[in-house]
């Protein structure tokens, strides 16, 4: 019912090509953005913004990023978490070594670093595949994390190793509250992802999914898999540098390499597979489980007033969580957008299914 | 149908979950203390005696006392796992918990300290990181929230040598003897780095820094490394299960435990105990002593632990991380207490217990008041000074128990005052502060 399309007509190619071809798709995501850019600021607590939306935004934006490789080209990567370190780390010092420098021009340049780097980690791909692939990228994570903490330059000669971030100037605004936090991550993130959606349904895209299907008949219908594998592995890195730069930045404030260790790109890795393999929305719904389910877990114990130990409902969370992910997996491998695409297909045939 | 059912699940996850984030209600004549602690994960052993005391020494002033003048203390605990992002979280979830909101903060992680140190000045919530964190923190007029109370690294890394130095006759002695640094990486493991070097400079000895990968379980290349080098003394900067491994290792390559020395978060029973008999003779510093034979704690055993409301069990209660955990807490609570006589005695907001904390000033009665005799070194905090007054003590483990084999000894304010002021001023210039003018009164 809330589906049905009757009396949507396409009448021209553009509007048969559209991102959202559903009148109601579009009614739902504008309402959505309308919420997140104008309700949500001012209505939601500070624990919410910081500690809620802020890393859910920037770890959707990573996981973006990591689908594109992964679900769009179909290069598995275990390096995320160091691409991640490379745009924080990159930013971090033109911020302090350029004077003046703006931090959105900081950003897309550690996004541009970001993407040189895992072009040059990407070279591996055009020989090899699957789990080779993924040792192969395993060793980018280890030597990045490496340099980090050992090459003193990047880190401008701290004794301890850990950095914080310059104040957050943004077009000549100091921005210091959580909403104002908020909103930038979100406006970067929307533009990014509208970007990506257009991405993968173009040529590039096309070119990616191809690889990613069959690269031997890809080859033979003409796509170049140097290009594409590469231009997967720039693009995805310029998602995941971007979005390390803003953890560092807008989220942590101060961080040091164990912020973008290993975990990090695991952690990534499951929001892609949960959240939906070459899907946009996936790489949302992944962020937001990984994210805040544990975070739930975390305080229901306290919120219904149970009485146990920190230790057992942390344990607990573990426990709960796992079982989750693992009763997800089974339900439905292709992830929660494939869960979200299914209730749509249903609703549209609601209440005549056949 | 199948999956109508899964859907109606998750929409009852959610709801459920969004309940989850409200809040119960407070009541009003309370001051809140937020506890970050962690309870599992591979710190666990040393994290959790920790917290047991520190939650143990809350209870026990609001058994005995009835709370600080009438106010009681209300704490809560969060989960942290030593992860810096989940530290973060918990700090923005109880911050504002509460009538006036959290009292101080003690994150109890170095990671946690430095992500907190940029939010307390904005959520207006002092950092107490007690023995640990930002040494260069130590500035107050910089660094107003944050208060690295009886010690940072870099005192810790001074008293040291200064310690070599007393047990062989002088620092000219140190000419030419090798020390190596064996250090967690992090930024916990490196901040006694940069002090250790201009010592080394100095006073002429040898000085190398070996990483150990956190957790710290792998550590045979390191302590090759250490037999083919033979250093006279091997400083540890371990944290969890590090500790334990380093001192196994250092019985597997025959290096004499004896000249082994370690920062105070290298010095308890969980690090010692499973090396057994190859711990013997292994010192660690002590900012605080050991046992159940001080006033506050046998009242934390007579309040709680008679009544069967103790966190820990009765014979954990005296170790060396349960009384550092009292320790970190009762200097919170007498922040508190100096910042009701000056602004009444009801729940005070973080703001005014930070100034209580920066005019804290235990001397040695308050200390016997406090029932802290023979446990803790007097100290003064200042507005200049937010360390006040670094004094550490070197314990020896002779298989039972920790023996001090040393006085108390002064971290040298004249060496270390230049590098705090250096860094700090590096810091404030990165962010664009200004100094606070500290013959203003505050």
Same mark, same amino acid.
């Given at each position: 019912?809330?589906?049905?399309?009757?009396?949507?007509?396409?009448?021209?190619?553009?509007?048969?090509?559209?991102?959202?071809?559903?009148?109601?798709?579009?009614?739902?995501?504008?309402?959505?953005?309308?919420?997140?850019?104008?309700?949500?600021?001012?209505?939601?607590?500070?624990?919410?913004?910081?500690?809620?939306?802020?890393?859910?935004?920037?770890?959707?934006?990573?996981?973006?990023?990591?689908?594109?490789?992964?679900?769009?080209?179909?290069? #598995?990567?275990?390096?995320?978490?160091?691409?991640?370190?490379?745009?924080?780390?990159?930013?971090?010092?033109?911020?302090?070594?350029?004077?003046?420098?703006?931090?959105?021009?900081?950003?897309?340049?550690?996004?541009?670093?970001?993407?040189?780097?895992?072009?040059?980690?990407?070279?591996?791909?055009?020989?090899?595949?699957?789990?080779?692939?993924?040792?192969?990228?395993?060793?980018?994570?280890?030597?990045?994390?490496?340099?980090?903490?050992?090459?003193?330059?990047?880190?401008?000669?701290?004794?301890?190793?850990?950095?914080?971030?310059?104040?957050?100037?943004?077009?000549?605004?100091? #921005?210091?509250?959580?909403?104002?936090?908020?909103?930038?991550?979100?406006?970067?993130?929307?533009?990014?992802?509208?970007?990506?959606?257009?991405?993968?349904?173009?040529?590039?895209?096309?070119?990616?999914?191809? #690889?990613?299907?069959?690269?031997?008949?890809?080859?033979?219908?003409?796509?170049?898999?140097?290009?594409?594998?590469?231009?997967?592995?720039?693009?995805?890195?310029?998602?995941?540098?971007?979005?390390?730069?803003?953890?560092?930045?807008?989220?942590?404030?101060?961080?040091?390499?164990?912020?973008?260790?290993?975990?990090?790109?695991?952690?990534?890795?499951?929001?892609?597979?949960?959240?939906?393999?070459?899907?946009?929305?996936?790489?949302?719904?992944?962020?937001?489980?990984?994210?805040?389910?544990?975070?739930?877990?975390?305080?229901?114990?306290?919120?219904?007033?149970?009485?146990?130990?920190?230790?057992?409902?942390?344990?607990?969370?573990?426990?709960?969580?796992?079982?989750?992910?693992?009763?997800?997996?089974?339900?439905?491998?292709?992830?929660?957008?494939?869960?979200?695409?299914?209730?749509?297909?249903?609703?549209?045939?609601?209440?005549?299914?056949? | 149908?199948?999956?109508?059912?899964?859907?109606?699940?998750?929409?009852?996850?959610?709801?459920?979950?969004?309940?989850?984030?409200?809040?119960?209600?407070?009541?009003?004549?309370?001051?809140?203390?937020?506890?970050?602690?962690?309870?599992?994960?591979?710190?666990?052993?040393?994290?959790?005696?920790?917290?047991?005391?520190?939650?143990?020494?809350?209870?026990?002033?609001?058994?005995?006392?009835?709370?600080?003048?009438?106010?009681? %203390?209300?704490?809560?605990?969060?989960?942290?796992?030593?992860?810096?992002?989940?530290?973060?979280?918990?700090?923005?979830?109880?911050?504002?918990?509460?009538?006036?909101?959290?009292?101080?903060?003690?994150?109890?992680?170095?990671?946690?300290?430095?992500?907190?140190?940029?939010?307390?000045?904005?959520?207006?919530?002092?950092?107490?990181?007690?023995?640990?964190?930002?040494?260069?923190?130590?500035?107050?007029?910089?660094?107003?929230?944050?208060?690295?109370?009886?010690?940072?690294?870099?005192?810790?890394?001074?008293?040291?040598?200064?310690?070599?130095?007393?047990?062989?006759?002088?620092?000219?002695?140190?000419?030419?003897?090798?020390?190596?640094?064996?250090?967690?990486?992090?930024?916990?493991?490196?901040?006694?780095?940069?002090? %250790?070097?201009?010592?080394?400079?100095?006073?002429?000895?040898?000085?190398?820094?070996?990483?150990?990968?956190?957790?710290?379980?792998?550590?045979?290349?390191?302590?090759?490394?250490?037999?083919?080098?033979?250093?006279?003394?091997?400083?540890?900067?371990?944290?969890?299960?590090?500790?334990?491994?380093?001192i196994?290792?250092a019985a597997?390559?025959?290096f004499p435990r004896n000249r082994m020395y370690?920062?105070?978060?290298?010095?308890?029973?969980?690090?010692v105990?499973?090396a057994?008999a190859g711990a013997n003779g292994y010192n660690s510093?002590?900012?605080?002593?050991?046992?159940?034979?001080?006033?506050?704690?046998?009242?934390?055993?007579?309040?709680?632990?008679?009544?069967?409301?103790?966190?820990?069990?009765?014979?954990?209660?005296?170790?060396?991380?349960?009384?550092?955990?009292?320790?970190?807490?009762?200097?919170?609570?007498?922040?508190?207490?100096?910042?009701?006589?000056?602004?009444?005695?009801?729940?005070?907001?973080?703001?005014?217990?930070?100034?209580?904390?920066?005019?804290?000033?235990?001397?040695?009665?308050?200390?016997?008041?406090?029932?802290?005799?023979?446990?803790?070194?007097?100290?003064?905090?200042?507005?200049?000074?937010?360390?006040?007054?670094?004094?550490?003590?070197?314990q020896q483990w002779d298989g039972?128990?920790w023996k001090?084999i040393?006085?108390?000894?002064?971290?040298?304010?004249?060496?270390?005052?230049?590098?705090?002021?250096?860094?700090?001023?590096?810091?404030?210039?990165?962010?664009?502060?200004?100094?606070?003018?500290?013959?203003?009164?505050?």
């Amino acid at each position: 019912m809330l589906y049905r399309e009757a009396g949507q007509f396409k009448t021209s190619y553009a509007a048969d090509q559209a991102v959202f071809p559903i009148l109601q798709d579009r009614l739902a995501l504008a309402l959505v953005l309308v919420v997140a850019f104008f309700a949500v600021p001012l209505l939601s607590t500070d624990y919410l913004l910081t500690s809620i939306l802020i890393p859910f935004l920037i770890l959707s934006l990573a996981a973006i990023g990591l689908n594109i490789l992964v679900g769009y080209c179909g290069q #598995i990567s275990l390096g995320t978490g160091g691409l991640m370190a490379v745009g924080a780390y990159a930013a971090y010092n033109f911020a302090i070594r350029v004077p003046g420098l703006d931090l959105l021009v900081c950003f897309v340049l550690a996004g541009l670093t970001a993407a040189a780097v895992g072009m040059f980690f990407g070279v591996p791909s055009l020989r090899i595949k699957g789990f080779y692939l993924a040792v192969a990228t395993l060793a980018a994570q280890f030597f990045l994390d490496w340099s980090f903490s050992r090459i003193r330059w990047f880190t401008n000669y701290t004794p301890s190793g850990s950095l914080a971030a310059p104040p957050l100037e943004i077009l000549g605004f100091r #921005i210091t509250t959580p909403s104002g936090r908020y909103l930038l991550t979100l406006a970067i993130v929307v533009v990014m992802a509208a970007l990506a959606k257009n991405l993968t349904r173009g040529r590039i895209g096309r070119s990616w999914m191809a #690889i990613r299907d069959m690269d031997i008949a890809a080859e033979i219908i003409g796509i170049r898999p140097l290009q594409a594998k590469l231009s997967a592995f720039a693009v995805s890195s310029f998602f995941v540098g971007v979005a390390g730069a803003l953890w560092a930045f807008v989220h942590l404030g101060s961080w040091e390499p164990a912020a973008f260790d290993i975990n990090r790109s695991f952690s990534l890795l499951f929001m892609v597979i949960i959240g939906g393999l070459g899907s946009i929305l996936g790489c949302f719904l992944g962020a937001g489980f990984i994210l805040v389910v544990p975070l739930v877990l975390n305080q229901l114990p306290t919120a219904f007033g149970i009485p146990l130990s920190t230790a057992m409902i942390s344990n607990l969370e573990n426990m709960i969580f796992g079982s989750l992910i693992i009763f997800f997996l089974i339900t439905e491998p292709r992830g929660l957008a494939r869960l979200w695409a299914i209730a749509k297909e249903k609703l549209r045939l609601w209440p005549f299914p056949h | 149908m199948r999956f109508t059912r899964t859907l109606a699940l998750a929409a009852l996850g959610a709801a459920v979950g969004l309940t989850g984030l409200v809040g119960p209600a407070a009541a009003q004549n309370e001051q809140f203390i937020p506890a970050l602690v962690y309870r599992t994960g591979p710190y666990a052993p040393n994290g959790a005696p920790f917290a047991n005391g520190f939650v143990d020494y809350i209870n026990m002033i609001n058994e005995r006392d009835g709370g600080v003048n009438g106010v009681k %203390l209300v704490v809560e605990e969060c989960e942290t796992g030593y992860a810096t992002d989940r530290g973060v979280e918990c700090f923005d979830r109880l911050k504002g918990k509460g009538p006036t909101g959290a009292a101080f903060i003690h994150p109890l992680s170095t990671g946690i300290t430095f992500a907190l140190i940029e939010k307390a000045p904005t959520d207006k919530i002092p950092v107490m990181s007690v023995g640990y964190g930002r040494s260069e923190a130590a500035d107050g007029r910089i660094f107003p929230w944050v208060f690295p109370l009886l010690g940072t690294y870099w005192s810790a890394a001074d008293i040291l040598v200064h310690h070599l130095a007393n047990t062989l006759g002088g620092y000219d002695k140190l000419k030419g003897k090798k020390i190596t640094l064996v250090f967690h990486d992090s930024p916990y493991g490196k901040e006694p780095i940069p002090i %250790l070097q201009e010592l080394a400079k100095r006073h002429g000895y040898v000085f190398e820094a070996l990483p150990v990968t956190a957790p710290g379980v792998e550590q045979k290349a390191t302590w090759l490394q250490i037999r083919q080098g033979r250093p006279d003394y091997v400083f540890l900067w371990g944290w969890g299960v590090m500790n334990s491994t380093s001192i196994k290792e250092a019985a597997a390559v025959n290096f004499p435990r004896n000249r082994m020395y370690g920062v105070w978060w290298s010095g308890a029973e969980p690090d010692v105990v499973p090396a057994e008999a190859g711990a013997n003779g292994y010192n660690s510093l002590a900012l605080h002593a050991t046992g159940t034979s001080y006033g506050v704690v046998r009242d934390v055993l007579k309040h709680l632990y008679d009544k069967g409301k103790g966190a820990a069990k009765r014979e954990e209660v005296g170790q060396v991380l349960y009384n550092r955990g009292l320790v970190s807490v009762a200097l919170g609570i007498e922040g508190i207490r100096v910042a009701q006589e000056r602004f009444g005695k009801k729940p005070l907001t973080g703001e005014q217990v930070r100034w209580g904390i920066e005019n804290l000033n235990l001397t040695p009665e308050r200390i016997n008041q406090m029932g802290f005799e023979g446990l803790l070194a007097p100290l003064k905090v200042s507005c200049l000074d937010h360390e006040g007054g670094s004094r550490a003590r070197i314990q020896q483990w002779d298989g039972k128990g920790w023996k001090f084999i040393s006085d108390w000894i002064t971290a040298d304010d004249k060496l270390l005052r230049p590098f705090v002021e250096t860094a700090a001023a590096k810091y404030a210039q990165e962010k664009s502060i200004a100094a606070r003018d500290c013959s203003k009164p505050g």
